[in-house]
């Protein structure tokens, strides 16, 4: 995307976070500190000495909240897109998961249901390099209990030779 579609407020948003996050940031706002706390014996200490530095930091707090919720949700945003595509890649990846962050919590809660019984069903496999998505677990899973079935009803079964 080009820099004319990027609207002002993008612009300056990516501009101070990256700003803000920097070593330049951090030794001005150390300077700023120090020259206030520096400046007390001349103003003697007052309230209104104090109050500069607090409202001074209480504004940039608050400015600060905004431009790092903004940032927040584009990395996330970046996150969730490489994960949808290295899970569209896949091909035995389960494409339920794909914009998975939309769901309700109750939603997610049965996702992460079905993720603690794969963690179990795991955990009895003889391999441990396997690995399965949620569809093709309990697929397995079945399949293996059905075989087992079948197995021990053989070895019950009476002989022929008898």
């Known amino acids: 995307m080009s820099n004319n579609k990027i609207g002002l407020f993008e612009r ?9 996050g920097s070593s330049p940031a951090f030794i001005s706002a150390v ?14 200490y007052s309230e209104t000495w104090q109050l500069v530095i607090n409202t001074g930091t209480t504004i940039i707090t608050f400015l600060m909240v905004f431009l790092i919720q903004k940032a927040q949700n584009k990395d996330s945003k970046a996150i969730q897109l490489k ?11 389960s494409n339920r998961m794909v914009d998975i962050e939309d769901l309700t919590e109750e ?6 249901k079905f993720y603690v019984t794969l963690a179990k069903l795991a955990k009895n496999e003889s391999n441990i390099h396997q690995s399965h998505s949620i569809d093709v677990a309990q697929k397995l899973h079945y399949r293996k209990a059905i075989k ?5 009803s053989d070895e019950t079964q009476p002989s022929k030779d008898c």
């Open 31 to 44: 300077v700023i500190v120090l020259a206030w706390g520096l400046s007390g014996p001349i103003f003697d």
């Open 148 to 152: 087992l079935a079948q197995t021990l």
């Open 83 to 93: 994960l949808n595509e290295l899970i569209a890649a896949h091909e035995k990846a």
């Open 107 to 112: 939603e997610l809660d049965q996702f992460h």
């Open 12 to 20: 300056f948003s990516n501009v101070a976070t990256k700003f803000t």
